[in-house]
């Protein structure tokens, strides 16, 4: 099965895009999805985190604290990188597992940070969904209702537009209308259904 990777930094429209291709009956696998399954209450990774970082990561319900676990790794590399080693292996665990149940010729697998994770080798092709800094900005700035400078900060934080853009294979620009998306994720649904089809035959 061709395994496709969809990254993107914030707010370049990577859940709209894996929406339409759910849309057109592929397969999605969302590494985001997994990680909040992950960090629910009671789960173990939850347990792990708040041993690690403190009880102040947890509301008073139990549950995970996202704005406190934010702040905290936010500007300490050192946290973040513990923080990752808790979640990658799960996350990375779980999408093999669910890749190994799905009867499709190919699929989406949403990794947003994909150049900075260790499941690069999960994917056979990497589709990118571009856009200039300015939108992403403002989209995320409406979508999270937070500051320009705490997006500009998590900007910085990701992998570069242009270091983005040399590991793709595929690129979807998303400057436009959400037709003119629409009609992109089309096309790169059919340019996959060859391209499986391809691969199945050799």
Not at 22 to 33: C, F, N, R
Not at 137 to 146: A, K, S
Request: hydrophobic share 40%; glycine share 4%.
């Amino acid at each position: 099965m061709l395994a496709i990777g969809l990254t993107g930094g914030i707010g370049s429209g990577k859940t709209v895009v894996s929406d339409h291709f759910a849309k057109l009956g592929v397969p999605v696998i969302d590494t985001d999805i997994i990680a909040r399954e992950l960090v629910a209450p009671g789960q173990a990774a939850l347990t792990e985190i708040a041993t690690v970082f403190g009880r102040d990561i947890l509301t008073p319900e139990a549950s995970l604290d996202r704005q406190a676990l934010r702040q905290l790794i936010f500007n300490q590399p050192d946290k973040r990188r513990q923080l990752e080693d808790i979640l990658h292996p799960r996350i990375r665990e779980e999408v093999k597992k669910r890749l190994t149940v799905i009867n499709a010729p190919w699929c989406i697998i949403v990794i947003p940070l994909l150049q900075e994770s260790t499941q690069q080798d999960l994917v056979q092709r990497i589709l990118l969904v571009d856009a200039p800094a300015e939108l992403q900005l403002t989209r995320t700035m409406l979508r999270d209702n937070v500051s320009a400078d705490d997006v500009r900060k998590i900007i910085a934080s990701q992998a570069s537009r242009q270091s983005r853009l040399e590991l793709a294979d595929d690129v979807i620009v998303n400057d436009g209308s959400l037709e003119q998306l629409r009609l992109q994720v089309e096309k790169m649904y059919q340019f996959y259904n060859q391209l499986a089809d391809s691969c199945q035959n050799r």
